[in-house]
Every structure is written in structure tokens, then in C-alpha cells.
């Protein structure tokens, strides 16, 4: 059973640029979780999404993010316009509808670097 | 709303034991957790534990819970140079139902 992947695993944007960070889940799991980690920092909980729905979006930032996990195909991270501080690396986790969401298993992340 | 602090860096020896503590404020918590992060790497789950539980021990390490002081630790005993990483505290509660993370703590191990 293959783990959470992510795509690509670095993507180099120029500001003003469009970002889109792929993630597919676990096999039979329909929770998708995005984290965000700042350097030198923990992970910060961007969105919680199932499949078609959003649940929690409490961590986005209010512009140029968005996030959606479609019925087919993996869940999209999109940040539009792209500015130095969206550096970071982008996290992914998936958890199986039956256990809720604590047990999360985390994808190997995407670095995003803006020039 | 919910907090978790972890100290920053933590040094040991080779072979020594290692203990990474961890507080929390979220008294809802349910789930108590430890990942491990390796330099450019993801986070690998390494422990959890049940907010009825005082402790839990896994091979080498032993995680002891004080729910009434909300403070976790997690002991790493006869630690080896392949521990070196950034380990990282988080908290899940039913009621807000993510991950909260501390800001993680550096383990050094010198040989």
C-alpha cells in the first residue's frame, strides 16, 4: 500500500507566478489535511478537506490560496501570484474516514522556493 | 486558543539517554503525538498516545503524559547518531479536529 504522495517534491516559482501542489492520499483514505512549515518552524494546518468538500479552512490565508479535493484525482494546493513568503514546504497527510482525523500519515512534503 | 511550546535544541552524548519535553494548553486534547523530521525529509510518526494513558513505551522509547500539568516528554534511551532530527510535539482534540504542532526541538547526538 503506497504511502501519501506529493508532486513535485521541490517546485522553484517566480514571484507572481501560480503554484499548484499535488497531493494524492492513501489508498481508501478520503481525509486530505495540508499543513504548512515556515523554516525553522513547526507545521501551521492550512485545510481540511474530504472528497468535494471543504471542511475546515481556518488556517488559509484569505487571498490567492485555495485548495479543493475532487471526486476523481488528487487533492490541488494553488497559490496564485506568488510572493517570497510563500516559501515553505507544503505537507500533505491523509487519514481513513472510519478512525477521524488523528491518525494522519504525512506525505514527503513540497518545497516551494519563490525567486 | 490551542498552544504547544517544545524547547528549542537539546544535546547529548552518544549511548546517553535523551528526553525532549513538550507542554500543551488544549485540555480537550485526545491524542498526544511525537514525529520525527530528518533534515529535508517529511514527518515520520514515531509515538502516540491516548490522553488516558500515563505512559507508553515503544523499544526504546518511552513517552510519560501528566495530563494534569498538560506536559509530555519523550524519552529516547541509549540514543545513537541515527536519532540526530528535529522531533515534534502535537496535540489532536476532537472538538478542533487537526494537528497542532509545537515548534519542534533539535536533538544533537555527539559521538
Known amino acids: 500500500n503506497a504511502g501519501v504522495m506529493q508532486n513535485p517534491r521541490h517546485l522553484v516559482r517566480r514571484r507572481g507566478q501560480e503554484a499548484r501542489l499535488r497531493c494524492s492520499p492513501m489508498k481508501g483514505h478520503s481525509h486530505v489535511y495540508w499543513y504548512r512549515q515556515l523554516p525553522e518552524e513547526g507545521l501551521k494546518f492550512m485545510v481540511y478537506?474530504?472528497?468535494?468538500?471543504?471542511?475546515?479552512e481556518s488556517g488559509m490565508p484569505k487571498e490567492r490560496f485555495s485548495a479543493e479535493f475532487p471526486k476523481e484525482g488528487p487533492s490541488i494546493l494553488r497559490i496564485q501570484q506568488v510572493v517570497r513568503g510563500d516559501s515553505a514546504a507544503y505537507f500533505c497527510a491523509s487519514s481513513p474516514p472510519s478512525q477521524g482525523s488523528y491518525e494522519q500519515y504525512f506525505g514527503p512534503g513540497t518545497r516551494l522556493t519563490v525567486t | 486558543g490551542e498552544d504547544v511550546e517544545q524547547s528549542l535544541f537539546l544535546s547529548v552524548r552518544e549511548g546517553d539517554s535523551s528526553v525532549i519535553n513538550c507542554t500543551y494548553t488544549?485540555?480537550?486534547?485526545?491524542?498526544l503525538y511525537w514525529y520525527k523530521q530528518e533534515p529535508g525529509a517529511g514527518l515520520q510518526l514515531l509515538t502516540y498516545i491516548f490522553s488516558n494513558m500515563d505512559m507508553k513505551q515503544d523499544q526504546r522509547l518511552t513517552v510519560l503524559l501528566n495530563k494534569k500539568d498538560k506536559h509530555l516528554s519523550l524519552r529516547i534511551a541509549d540514543t545513537q547518531t541515527g536519532d540526530s532530527a528535529i522531533y515534534f510535539c502535537?496535540?489532536?482534540?476532537?472538538?478542533?479536529?487537526?494537528?497542532?504542532f509545537g515548534q519542534g526541538t533539535t536533538l544533537q547526538v555527539k559521538p
Open positions: 488544549d485540555s480537550s486534547s485526545t491524542y
Open positions: 478537506l474530504q472528497k468535494e468538500n471543504i471542511i475546515d
Open positions: 502535537a496535540e489532536w482534540s476532537s472538538n478542533t479536529g487537526k494537528l497542532i
